[in-house]
């Protein structure tokens, strides 16, 4: 009698193969260091995926890499979207809601530095407040908060993540979320190092002086605000979508680096724009019928645009897009 035929399972090779994908991801930061906390916490989905494996995919090779690979796209799937929508799994006894808060005082000026982590953000402006900051943060790590000076405050914001907490049992699941307050009474620079979360920044109750943002693989929306000073904005975007909306009569200067998350840029009607493009990218370019070339233009989408009366307006906006990636660029 023939003994039945075996195949060798590939589900093991597609393991190994994901969990190379994902300690990648997570240099990359496309999935922070808190997130792998869930892996342990899956832990009787990976039981049900091993016995499916046991039972089916030693019958054919394709029914074990089938198995891998749909086990391996869910726990990436979970582990990239699952902070962008505020899901985070987590030991109960290490999430903590913390709320720092300092006096406005004799303060004229202020710089935030926030270094953002996997939870969602949302930064918005303090009205008729006496604070300098309020921030409530909901997270599982460590919290940095520091305020220096006196007239000028530099305030820094950070989140440290806690190896102990990687391989805590739990299986609720906690909105976790910062909820950022910032004057309104006085400048205010604001830098932001990006990570997973998504990140929602309505400024337009703020006097920016300026706004510089290094984002991550969570998709952003900025609203920037009109103001009587001139000021600069620089983004550099990461692999998450980027929206900006901008004011009508500001002189703004904005300028922008994309990577492979689109980049959408809203203008009001009735704005003086013009738009710099200095790199060609693989992405697509889309502008709005009112801009019109300069004349110059290097080929490959390069090329300035501005719309009808620009050098003599009042206030104008400059769109400079210095480095484009894969990821499609629309002014509208």
């Known amino acids: 009698?023939?003994?039945?035929?075996?195949?060798?399972?590939?589900?093991?090779?597609?393991?190994?193969?994901?969990?190379?994908?994902?300690?990648?991801?997570?240099?990359?930061?496309?999935?922070?260091?808190?997130?792998?906390?869930?892996?342990?916490?899956?832990?009787?989905?990976?039981?049900?995926?091993?016995g499916l494996n046991m039972l089916f995919g030693h019958q054919n090779s394709w029914i074990g890499a089938a198995i891998g690979v749909l086990a391996i796209g869910t726990v990436i799937g979970f582990l990239v979207f699952g902070p962008a929508l505020g899901l985070t799994s987590a030991y109960p006894g290490n999430v903590q809601v913390e709320t720092f808060t300092t006096p406005l005082e004799n303060t004229t000026s202020a710089n935030f530095v926030l270094d953002l982590s996997s939870e969602p953000v949302d930064i918005h402006a303090l009205?008729?407040?006496?604070?300098?900051?309020?921030?409530?943060?909901?997270?599982?790590?460590?919290?940095?908060?520091?305020?220096?000076?006196?007239?000028?405050?530099?305030?820094?914001?950070?989140?440290l993540s806690n190896p102990s907490n990687w391989?805590?049992?739990?299986?609720?699941?906690?909105?976790?979320?910062?909820?950022?307050?910032?004057?309104?009474?006085?400048?205010?620079?604001?830098?932001?190092?990006?990570?997973?979360?998504?990140?929602?920044?309505?400024?337009?109750?703020?006097?920016?002086?300026?706004?510089?943002?290094?984002?991550?693989?969570?998709?952003?929306?900025f609203t920037l605000p009109e103001s009587t000073q001139a000021y600069q904005a620089k983004i550099d975007s990461g692999s998450g979508s980027v929206n900006m909306n901008l004011p009508a009569h500001t002189n703004l200067t904005l300028q922008m680096d994309s990577g492979s998350g689109s980049l959408n840029i809203s203008l009001l009607a009735g704005a003086a724009v013009r738009v710099e493009v200095?790199?060609?990218?693989?992405?697509?370019?889309?502008?709005?019928?009112?801009?019109?070339?300069?004349?110059?233009?290097?080929?490959?989408?390069?090329?300035e645009w501005q719309t009808t009366g620009y050098d003599t307006a009042a206030t104008k906006l400059l769109i400079k897009i210095t480095n484009r990636g894969s990821g499609s660029v629309n002014i509208h």
């Open 167 to 221: 391989f805590r049992f739990d299986f609720s699941f906690v909105n976790l979320k910062w909820d950022l307050g910032l004057t309104s009474q006085i400048p205010v620079g604001l830098t932001m190092d990006g990570g997973s979360g998504s990140v929602t920044a309505d400024l337009s109750g703020l006097k920016l002086s300026s706004l510089q943002a290094s984002m991550g693989s969570g998709s952003s929306n």
């Open 278 to 303: 200095l790199d060609s990218g693989s992405g697509s370019l889309n502008l709005p019928s009112n801009l019109k070339s300069t004349g110059t233009s290097a080929g490959n989408g390069m090329g």
């Open 127 to 159: 009205s008729n407040s006496t604070e300098l900051i309020n921030a409530k943060i909901g997270h599982t790590g460590t919290m940095v908060y520091t305020v220096t000076g006196s007239e000028t405050k530099s305030v820094h914001l950070a989140q």
């Open 1 to 50: 009698m023939q003994n039945p035929q075996r195949y060798r399972s590939f589900f093991w090779p597609i393991v190994l193969i994901g969990v190379g994908a994902i300690w990648l991801m997570v240099n990359l930061n496309i999935i922070s260091l808190t997130s792998l906390n869930t892996l342990v916490q899956l832990w009787p989905i990976i039981l049900i995926v091993l």
